[in-house]
């Protein structure tokens, strides 16, 4: 199977059930590849993560408290009712949540770096999705912690705390400091490698210029601050991203996970 292909490949029923972190008759918490959407896509009901769930579980409605970029790996939080789903929804909005996602940035630092920086849609080039630190009146606020755990060969394993939500945040804050998030198809070395990737999928071009076939970005831990106790989910880092700090920083599957704890 090549999830990188022109279209990628429909979830195998049977290999789900490995996804999930942990499951009741409230809630549904995921552990998502980084090569899958969460939305339903033309392409039938095991084309996405939603539909996956849906058929996983036989349930007509289901809710997504938090949904992730296709490339970005990690938690992914399903609530089975409504009165669960406006809970941690609200929690989201109300921001007694804290998110921490791991991430695998261009460049070695062993500080951690505080960016607060607007963010807006950016106006022309060739990848119309694409946003910038920007100081235009349409900018919104945005504040990140970059905090590294193992600056290595050039390559820098960081725990990453967003404060607020924006689209792409941390893609963006980690551009704006010139240390991309490693095989970033948007914010990385050549933004028409993300076109070419929509229009073939994996080409031999972006196998030169990009390590890993993904951005190395992972939603590692939600803790929801509720009134009456915090409830926490950690979901462990995806095979690829691994295999990236074994090849490319030396390290072995024991030293990260000790590392990120």
């Not at 290999?15 to 499951?23: A, N, S, Y």
């Not at 579980?57 to 949904?67: N, P, S, W, Y």
């Not at 009165?83 to 500080?111: H, T």
């Not at 490693?182 to 994996?202: A, S």
Request: with cysteine; net charge negative; proline share 7%.
């Amino acid at each position: 199977m090549n999830p990188y292909g022109e279209e990628a490949p429909l979830v195998d029923l049977a290999v789900f059930p490995e996804w999930i972190l942990q499951e009741d008759e409230n809630l549904l918490i995921i552990n998502k590849p980084g090569w899958l959407v969460c939305h339903p896509s033309k392409n039938g009901p095991l084309s996405s993560l939603v539909g996956v769930v849906r058929e996983h579980t036989g349930a007509e409605k289901l809710h997504l408290v938090a949904r992730l970029d296709r490339e970005t790996s990690g938690l992914i939080v399903f609530a089975k009712r409504p009165s669960v789903a406006r809970k941690f929804q609200m929690a989201i909005q109300n921001r007694i949540v804290k998110k921490e996602y791991l991430a695998i940035l261009g460049g070695e630092f062993d500080q951690p770096i505080h960016v607060d920086e607007p963010i807006a849609r950016r106006r022309g080039g060739p990848v119309i999705v694409k946003s910038e630190v920007s100081y235009d009146r349409t900018s919104q606020t945005a504040v990140t912690d970059f905090i590294p755990l193992i600056s290595k060969n050039g390559y820098t394993l960081c725990r990453v705390e967003p404060e607020t939500g924006r689209k792409h945040q941390i893609r963006v804050h980690a551009e704006f400091l010139e240390k991309r998030v490693v095989g970033d198809k948007i914010y990385g070395p050549d933004e028409t490698l993300y076109i070419e990737f929509i229009e073939h999928g994996w080409t031999d071009r972006l196998g030169a210029a990009l390590p890993i076939k993904r951005q190395a970005l992972h939603c590692y831990r939600y803790v929801f601050n509720f009134p009456e106790g915090p409830i926490s989910f950690t979901a462990p880092l995806q095979e690829d991203m691994l295999e990236f700090c074994e090849q490319h920083m030396g390290l072995s599957a024991d030293e990260v996970a000790v590392t990120v704890e």
